[in-house]
């Protein structure tokens, strides 16, 4: 238990209110609904279910958990893949919640004429920012005034913070102050709103959740990224979740202090159903797909993986010139873990003394590409390679693939 969790049970309701204590559900990045274009068609289905049931687990987690707000920073839908039955989902998750939900649509859901946002009621506890400039929802029974912003195309060049500060609106000494923003701290020239960390700390608020990338980053000062609840892409490795902040005036409660000298602790929850991993295994030697998949079988019945793991295994060594490795039989039907992505970066075992001396047309064919085989340009030697275990397995009368 941290010492944030330590003091949020010494302290009742009307205590903790007393004390400006408010806890903080950090989350976006969800993107209910995304394609899975890169998985078979029952796999994606099932990794939409996943990511159903990550967005179920949140909710219920605020709902037991004594969350006094939930912030979610864009990209809860896939906008152009949502589904009448996900935004029902959500509709349906959100009215069981007795906190306020603000939300700052991103570059995946933008609050548009044609999008979810203008569309669809929500209930009366969820609260949306609607226009591509700053603004604010007070919640005086909080103590909380949210700022923030939506997109309102795919693209937002300007940033909405220039210039702005807390202290530039009225009343602002009297809240604990918060940004729930869609926004873009790594590229000064990002066309997905570009914001600098300069700005952010000028801006004075006590806690800044931000979303759009997807990895969890932390800046200290009380301006972090949740990252995504549940990862999609191999770049987004490990288990992934939300962040719950406590922003208090109280001494007993330790953490990060704000410009204002409120503590703000920030803590990680895992909310996803499957993670991303990868991994290496050499195979020297394999001799065709079947041996292959065996080494393989072997490897992952006695690996760290379980069903909960998308893994891309990258084989290296060197195998038969003859072989050709076949990627969608060998990630058929792994066992333990969910799916399997083979990355092939194995060699061709060679004699390249007898090759060269080789009077017939395997030995000419092996003179071809001996230049590319030894390139400096790792694309080019892994075309060349597979070239010529093709070529080898034809010119022997094998089949391609198993």
């Known amino acids: 238990?941290?010492?944030?969790?330590?003091?949020?049970?010494?302290?009742?309701?009307?205590?903790?209110?007393?004390?400006?204590?408010?806890?903080?559900?950090?989350?976006?990045?969800?993107?209910?609904?995304?394609?899975?274009?890169?998985f078979s068609p029952s796999h994606a289905e099932a990794r939409r279910r996943d990511l159903r049931a990550t967005f179920t687990s949140m909710t219920l987690y605020a709902q037991t958990q004594n969350i006094d707000i939930m912030l979610i920073a864009g990209d809860l839908f896939e906008d152009s893949f949502a589904t009448r039955e996900t935004?029902?989902?959500?509709?349906?998750?959100?009215?069981?919640?007795?906190?306020?939900?603000?939300?700052?649509?991103?570059?995946?859901?933008?609050?548009?004429?044609?999008?979810?946002?203008?569309?669809?009621?929500?209930?009366?506890?969820?609260?949306?920012?609607?226009?591509?400039?700053?603004?604010?929802?007070?919640f005086p029974d909080l103590g909380v005034r949210v700022f923030g912003w939506s997109f309102t195309s795919k693209r937002m060049e300007v940033s909405p913070l220039t210039g702005k500060s807390v202290r530039?609106?009225?009343?602002?000494?009297?809240?604990i102050n918060l940004l729930c923003a869609h926004c873009d701290l790594?590229?000064?020239?990002?066309?997905?709103?570009?914001?600098?960390?300069?700005?952010?700390?000028?801006?004075?608020?006590?806690?800044?959740?931000?979303?759009?990338?997807?990895?969890p980053t932390d800046y200290g000062d009380g301006i972090a990224y949740c990252g995504c609840p549940e990862g999609r892409a191999f770049d987004e490795?490990?288990?992934?979740?939300?962040?719950?902040?406590?922003?208090?005036?109280?001494?007993?409660?330790?953490?990060?202090?704000?410009?204002?000298?409120?503590?703000?602790?920030?803590?990680?929850?895992?909310?996803?159903?499957?993670?991303?991993?990868?991994?290496?295994?050499?195979?020297?030697?394999?001799?065709?797909?079947?041996?292959?998949?065996?080494?393989?079988?072997?490897?992952?019945?006695?690996?760290?993986?379980?069903?909960?793991?998308?893994?891309?295994?990258?084989?290296?060594?060197e195998i038969s010139p003859s072989f050709v490795l076949s990627s969608p039989y060998l990630e058929s039907e792994p066992p333990r873990i969910f799916a399997l992505k083979i990355l092939d970066k194995t060699t061709p075992a060679l004699d390249i003394d007898a090759l060269r001396a080789d009077p017939t047309l395997k030995g000419e064919f092996f003179r071809q590409l001996e230049d590319k085989l030894t390139s400096?340009?790792?694309?080019?030697?892994?075309?060349?390679?597979?070239?010529?275990?093709?070529?080898?397995?034809?010119?022997?009368g094998e089949a391609v693939t198993e």
């Open 1 to 38: 238990m941290t010492c944030a969790e330590s003091a949020e049970l010494l302290f009742s309701d009307s205590e903790r209110n007393s004390y400006a204590m408010v806890r903080i559900f950090h989350t976006g990045d969800v993107h209910l609904d995304s394609a899975f274009s890169n």
């Open 237 to 317: 490795k490990g288990p992934k979740g939300a962040l719950v902040v406590t922003v208090s005036d109280n001494d007993a409660v330790f953490g990060q202090s704000s410009d204002s000298g409120r503590r703000i602790t920030v803590r990680k929850e895992r909310f996803s159903k499957r993670r991303y991993e990868e991994d290496i295994l050499r195979v020297d030697g394999a001799a065709s797909n079947g041996e292959l998949r065996d080494m393989i079988s072997s490897y992952l019945t006695s690996s760290k993986f379980g069903d909960d793991t998308i893994l891309r295994l990258t084989l290296t060594g």
């Open 186 to 215: 790594t590229s000064p020239i990002s066309k997905d709103c570009p914001v600098t960390l300069q700005e952010l700390k000028g801006f004075g608020a006590d806690y800044c959740a931000l979303g759009h990338i997807h990895n």
């Open 87 to 138: 935004i029902d989902l959500v509709k349906r998750e959100f009215a069981k919640l007795k906190c306020p939900v603000v939300i700052s649509p991103g570059n995946h859901d933008p609050y548009s004429e044609s999008g979810i946002w203008k569309s669809v009621s929500f209930s009366d506890n969820v609260y949306v920012f609607d226009s591509d400039e700053l603004s604010y929802f007070d």
């Open 168 to 175: 530039d609106f009225e009343g602002g000494e009297n809240y």
């Open 376 to 396: 400096n340009d790792p694309d080019t030697r892994a075309v060349a390679a597979l070239a010529l275990r093709a070529g080898l397995a034809a010119l022997a």
